[in-house]
């Protein structure tokens, strides 16, 4: 089931010629490098950059994409995940786009790359101090809704002031009862500075705390980039009688029987019956392969989701 | 005793023409000092100079902390300005929309300044919104209710909960009563002077309403063309008034 890569039709891997490694010519992405320097040594501070226009639209990950041929070498294995899943169009495209313009090897398994480019999640298996994450993030900034004035927001965080985002959540609570902010969900990187995960779950913003992987985020419209370093502190806002919590089903993925991963709910027939799926699809196909050599029955059918 | 707040010469410019002008007065802590003038005289000038929001072009400007420290106003870091205004001062304005945050609930705006000061306790919080809100008057099962929802009088009792929630030593008031119809004034007077007396808090108050001065003010000061042209004990002032604007003023509030 690894073997996808080759499914794919020889000629749109074949690389294109008339383009510069990675697409970006190098004086761009020696810009972007020197961003992405400042951004690892002030983790979760935003550093502006002058992003260019990509051959996608804003929104569809210009950012992540500027930052990863920005890193990106000769050597390095490339895996691109939107909402979890290897096989979504931005994911395949941004793929393709690379392993057209800079031939480096891609993969759909998260052990195998070296970059992980991710939209909306953190891969299930645990990264590594050899791997990087590049986060495609539409908004860079946590205190927008908040604070419409741009200059405001700079100085909120120059002087470390973050009362207003506990305002906010504090609104949740008022609400909703819990604080309903279930995705993007504000933390606050190294101690300092208060900081937008991209919208991932905040099923998964504990896996940024003192994760082994360089995380790096890149708004391409909004033109920031921002990092959190290897074992960097991670800290989710809350309220001490509202403590942080992620989200829990009391279902199990139908395909591979996990319990412990983030599941999307499928609606399959008109008739609304609907099916909890693990959104990690090489974390599912990992766990329906474990399940089939502990059984030694091939799941032939459940091995071909897409 | 020291003054709490100190003002020497102060004096804002527009370019070439004149905010105010060589405004001196010293406040005492728990004393309420009304600002009053006809429009354009320099009142809000001189109260957006002494809240810092307007660069002074000269004069001096001292203020003293709760621990006794003596800070030069015109001269202090931003850190320390925004820390001030935050744990030591307050400002209500004259339109509650500008002084509120409109689309969250009254227990958040009143809870923001906490949250502000590092509160992190929901429980705490909104038990202390609620108490303020029953401070002001308003009915404290209103507090998930959005502003938007309120009257003017009660967003302006919800502004005062707002600044007042941190326990602040000096409130400055832009009009905080104009806008509002004469029964709800005479509450929201009412209220400010019980609460300005309870908390011994130091106000600086302006307005164009001497029947507002007369009501709460301990001292007054009567500005013209962005000049002080008289100040004094507010009875002193109104009942004996010495210059011809301020004989002028006086005489031209209708009888009740």
């Known amino acids: 089931m690894n073997a996808r890569d080759t499914n794919e039709p020889a000629r749109a891997e074949a690389i294109v010629e008339g383009y510069n490694f990675a697409y970006l010519d190098e004086q761009t992405k020696r810009m972007i490098r020197r961003a992405l320097l400042k951004a690892v040594a002030i983790p979760g501070h935003q550093i502006p950059f002058g992003s260019r226009e990509m051959p996608l639209p804003y929104g569809w990950g210009t950012g992540g994409i500027q930052v990863t041929a920005a890193i990106i070498g000769h050597d390095d294995t490339l895996k691109v995940i939107d909402q979890g899943s290897d096989e979504t169009t931005n994911a395949v495209n941004i793929r393709r786009f690379f392993a057209r313009t800079a031939g480096v090897r891609t993969t759909t398994r998260t052990v195998e790359a070296t970059i992980v480019q991710t939209r909306h999640r953190i891969p299930e298996t645990p990264l590594t101090d050899r791997q990087i994450l590049v986060y495609q993030v539409p908004m860079p900034e946590p205190l927008y809704r908040l604070e419409p004035r741009v200059a405001e927001c700079r100085k909120l965080h120059a002087l470390n002031e973050y009362g207003l985002m506990n305002v906010k959540l504090y609104e949740d609570i008022v609400r909703h009862g819990s604080i309903a902010t279930t995705y993007d969900y504000p933390v606050i990187v190294n101690g300092r500075y208060l900081s937008a995960p991209s919208p991932i779950p905040k099923f998964d913003n504990p896996k940024m705390h003192m994760n082994p992987a360089l995380q790096l985020f890149g708004a391409g419209r909004e033109r920031r980039i921002y990092a959190i370093p290897p074992y960097t502190s991670v800290r989710s806002l809350d309220f001490e009688d509202h403590p942080f919590e992620i989200q829990r089903w009391e279902h199990a993925c139908e395909i591979c029987g996990s319990r412990e991963s983030f599941l999307d709910e499928m609606i399959v027939d008109d008739k609304g019956k609907r099916m909890f799926v693990c959104s990690d699809s090489d974390y599912c196909q990992e766990q329906v392969a474990k399940g089939a050599e502990a059984t030694q029955t091939p799941h032939a059918t459940q091995g071909e989701r897409a | ?256």
């Not at chain 2, 370019?15 to 405004?23: F, L, Q």
């Not at chain 2, 339109?95 to 590092?118: C, F, I, K, T």
């Not at chain 2, 009792?157 to 104009?178: F, K, S």
Request: charge should be neutral.
């Open chain 2, 1 to 256: 005793m020291t003054p709490l707040l100190s003002a020497r010469g102060l004096t804002t410019r527009y370019g070439a023409r004149i905010g105010c002008e060589d405004v001196s007065f010293d406040l005492y802590p728990g004393e309420v000092l009304c600002v009053v003038g006809e429009s354009g005289s320099g009142k809000s000038t001189l109260l957006n100079t002494v809240a810092l929001r307007v660069p002074a072009a000269a004069g001096s400007l001292d203020y003293t902390t709760a621990n006794g420290e003596s800070l030069d106003l015109l001269n202090l870091s931003e850190p320390r300005r925004r820390l001030l205004m935050r744990t030591e001062w307050g400002f209500v304005e004259q339109n509650p929309r500008d002084g509120l945050r409109m689309n969250v609930s009254a227990g958040a705006n009143v809870g923001e300044p906490l949250m502000a000061v590092g509160a992190r306790h929901f429980g705490k919080i909104r038990a202390t919104a609620s108490n303020w809100m029953g401070r002001v008057e308003l009915d404290a099962q209103r507090i998930d209710d959005l502003p938007t929802a309120f009257s003017g009088g009660m967003q302006q009792r919800l502004q005062i909960a707002r600044n007042l929630v941190t326990g602040p030593r000096l409130v400055l008031m832009d009009e905080p009563t104009a806008g509002l119809d004469v029964s709800v004034q005479a509450r929201l007077l009412d209220l400010l002077r019980t609460l300005t007396a309870q908390l011994h808090l130091a106000c600086v108050i302006v307005t164009h309403d001497i029947g507002v001065a007369r009501l709460l003010a301990h001292r007054l000061m009567v500005m013209q063309g962005g000049r002080v042209v008289e100040s004094g004990l507010t009875d002193q002032v109104l009942d004996d008034p010495q210059h011809p604007y301020t004989q002028l003023l006086v005489s031209s509030v209708l009888p009740a």
